[in-house]
């Protein structure tokens, strides 16, 4: 049975998209990796005063809540989904049990794999390009149609709200109608203020606790600049024992980027001055600030300013980071308690870091606001010798031997660092031309400007000559892939387009066999010449060269293939799920 409401179709009954077959192999732990967050008796979660303790317990019980919230904007039939399953478990279906624990860890009815291959947990339904923020019945053409009849019409704010991050869209007879999160969501953002004003009453950090004030402001009224003000004040937090965060990305809708495809549409929202901004998805995070891990990173911000200077073309944009004063940037390593919504998705990866809040917010466009780093420990850190030996294992067979010796699972880290502080460098604004190559675009920028500045820090003495090397090996052997990606996974083809620029010029070479070679004196050169293109395709904002561009350099080649079929034979992991013992028992609390 389907029914019929004013955001499209939605099922009320389903049939399992997997058969047992399937469901055991993917539910097995060879195929499903764990993630654990922080345990009830964790030294750091006992270190804690009272009242953080408390107030943790409030902080875990808002972000909770986003996975509703969440599923909801990821695809309109996901909560049904989520009852049926558990109906269907309370009768005895082991399959629904099976497919319960897939859809737990990724969060969602659908997930691409690490095969990149679509996980359908549902039989029958397919992922939507406007997942759960539009019409599920809606297409990109009819989407385009109403849209310039409503700006011909003169629904010029109308149209503004609908092409904005922070609105669900629903049918309004022959028009559409854009709700913001905040009235859209009422219910569950109120629960969600309310328990970070009750937090704010016993944590420690009065800092912390104006921030959490003005955040549960935000969640309380329709106002973009609410949650400006919330987003400035969190981004200078520093020196805080505890963590939370919503995050609100948007890689995920490709329904709103469409709209600078359609050069009549395009014409009338220059005209208009609407600039079209993907909706946000939006995520949790929850922690404790690891003070050692910490003082380690907030190494990296005296260095800012230099790699400032030294970006391509700096003298034609603003970036967040300025060459010649103080950076607007903190840094915290956080033990994680609980990730939710988009940042607890485990869809063929997991988040190791974040950098916002992103250059469409209005912290950042319009208060002059700076961004903030988190990085994730409990995601990050390969403790256990089976995952020691997992990881040998596949450099055996992958990497000529003779590179081993530069490989270290700490300089994933380090390149993380300069990954997320690399979002804070180069143009500010204008790419949102570039539309669904946007994001691609923005995370190779990121990568490359990592690589790119390795001679610089270590002439500048953060670095060493050997940890320069680690970086460019590890980086390297961790960039190759078991599939080819889809195009919407834009952090796995920034990796293809890396792979094939550095291997034409020549900096890396993958053997008949699937072996990597790698030029460590040539890598930083091609690096620099790639993230000089990069920044040429972004100060442009021109959507056909941003195509040509991702389009040019997302190749797939014989050896790449024969590659990943070499990890394939040491690796099954096709996704990931996270357990939260801690979060767990202060929900239930």
Request: glycine letters at 6%; hydrophobic letters at 35%.
């Amino acid at each position: 049975m389907s029914m019929i409401n004013n955001v499209g179709i939605f099922k009320t009954d389903f049939e399992l998209g997997l058969c047992r077959e399937e469901l055991d192999k993917r539910t097995h732990k060879d195929y499903l990796t764990t993630k654990k967050m922080l345990d009830v008796d964790a030294p750091e979660y006992l270190a804690l005063s009272d009242g953080d303790k408390e107030a943790l317990k409030h902080l875990t019980k808002a972000a909770a809540r986003l996975d509703k919230v969440e599923m909801i904007l990821d695809d309109h039939n996901n909560l049904a989904f989520k009852e049926y399953l558990e109906k269907e478990i309370a009768k005895g279906n082991e399959d629904a049990k099976l497919t319960k624990i897939l859809f737990d860890a990724q969060k969602g009815i659908f997930a691409l794999d690490r095969d990149s291959n679509m996980i359908k947990l549902a039989k029958g339904l397919e992922p939507k390009k406007g997942i759960g923020v539009y019409p599920s019945d809606l297409t990109k053409e009819e989407f385009h149609t109403i849209l310039i009849k409503m700006m011909k019409e003169g629904k010029v704010d109308e149209v503004a709200k609908i092409l904005n991050q922070r609105s669900v869209v629903e049918r309004d007879g022959d028009e559409l109608k854009a709700t913001d999160y905040v009235d859209y969501f009422k219910e569950d953002f109120e629960y969600m203020a309310s328990e970070l004003e009750k937090a704010a009453e016993i944590s420690t950090n009065a800092d912390f606790n104006e921030y959490l004030k003005l955040q549960a402001k935000a969640l309380r009224k329709a106002d973009p600049m609410l949650d400006g003000y919330a987003d400035k004040k969190w981004a200078t937090l520093q020196d805080t024992p505890l963590e939370f965060t919503i995050t609100r990305e948007n890689y995920s809708d490709e329904m709103t980027e469409s709209v600078v495809e359609n050069a009549e549409l395009k014409k009338l929202l220059d005209e208009n001055g609407i600039v079209p901004v993907s909706k946000d998805c939006l995520g949790g995070r929850v922690g404790i600030v690891n003070k050692a891990g910490t003082d380690a990173i907030l190494n990296v911000k005296k260095y800012l300013p230099l790699m400032a200077k030294n970006m391509p073309y700096n003298d034609k944009y603003i970036q967040n980071i300025s060459a010649d004063k103080e950076s607007k940037q903190t840094m915290v390593d956080v033990d994680l308690v609980g990730v939710y919504g988009d940042v607890g998705e485990y869809r063929a990866g997991i988040t190791l870091a974040e950098n916002l809040p992103n250059d469409d917010k209005l912290s950042v466009k319009e208060l002059d606001g700076g961004r903030r780093n988190v990085y994730h420990r409990q995601i990050r850190l390969i403790t256990s010798e089976d995952a020691k030996e997992k990881m040998q294992k596949r450099l055996d067979a992958i990497l000529n031997k003779d590179l081993h010796q530069y490989y270290n699972d700490e300089a994933d880290h380090w390149f993380t660092i300069g990954h997320e502080n690399g979002h804070s460098l180069g143009p500010k604004s204008g790419t949102e031309g570039l539309g669904k190559y946007k994001s691609i675009i923005e995370e190779n920028k990121a990568d490359m400007v990592s690589l790119a500045m390795l001679d610089v820090l270590t002439d500048a003495g953060m670095y060493t000559k050997e940890q320069k090397e680690q970086m460019i090996v590890t980086y390297a052997a961790d960039n190759m892939l078991m599939a080819k990606p889809t195009m919407s996974q834009a952090h796995r083809v920034r990796s293809v387009m890396q792979n094939y620029f550095f291997i034409k010029e020549g900096a890396m070479s993958i053997s008949p066999d699937g072996i990597l070679d790698i030029n460590i004196d040539k890598m930083v050169e091609t690096a620099q010449k790639m993230l000089k293109e990069i920044i040429e395709v972004q100060l442009s904002g021109d959507f056909s060269r941003g195509e040509k561009y991702v389009n040019d350099y997302f190749v797939w080649t014989e050896e790449m293939e024969t590659l990943a079929q070499n990890i394939k034979k040491v690796s099954k992991t096709l996704n990931g799920k996270v357990e939260s013992p801690l979060a767990d028992k202060l929900i239930s609390e």
